[in-house]
């Protein structure tokens, strides 16, 4: 599996325009369901299933990125987005250290192998110093493409 298998590029936001954790979610949700990645219907729901699950820990690993992640009935095909802060976003991470780039996953409910290996892809990335900093660096939807791919060995 790769990053571009479930990654949506037109969701993907290059400058986040959220200050907040649960603005962002929001933001980056709302962007899946705007290109039709995500049934607009359920896009309050899901917002919400994200932000209570932020409330049992934080999605904020350290090192300035963040995977928030659900399962949800309404999610038929696993889709993510990426989105980038430039001043950083309180996302209550482990070393209490803004967020600047969000990597968002939902799955369905009946796909948890997908979603543990698409988790895995995307922690894998995330644990390079220079996949961190290109991220935080790319101010274009088409640079996070182009890292993307890159990350992906096209």
């Given at each position: 599996?790769?990053?571009?298998e479930f990654i949506v590029t037109e969701a993907i936001i290059a400058n986040?325009?959220?200050t907040t954790r649960d603005a962002a979610l929001r933001e980056l949700v709302s962007s899946?369901?705007?290109?039709?990645?995500?049934?607009?219907?359920?896009?309050?729901d899901i917002v919400t299933s994200l932000i209570k699950r932020e409330k049992n820990g934080s999605t904020g690993f350290g090192k300035g990125v963040a995977v928030p992640h659900v399962k949800h009935p309404s999610v038929k095909k696993m889709v993510a987005t990426v989105g980038r802060s430039v001043q950083g976003i309180d996302f209550a991470a482990l070393d209490s250290q803004p967020v600047y780039s969000?990597?968002?996953?939902l799955s369905p409910e009946n796909q948890p192998q997908q979603h543990l290996q698409a988790m895995?892809?995307?922690?894998?990335?995330?644990q390079k110093d220079m996949f961190r900093k290109f991220l935080r660096q790319s101010d274009t939807r088409?640079?996070?493409?182009?890292?993307?791919?890159?990350a992906d060995g096209k």
């Open positions: 599996m790769k990053l571009r986040l325009q959220a899946l369901c705007d290109v039709g990645a995500v049934d607009v219907s359920s896009c309050d969000i990597f968002l996953l895995n892809i995307i922690f894998s990335n995330l088409q640079k996070i493409v182009e890292l993307l791919d890159e």
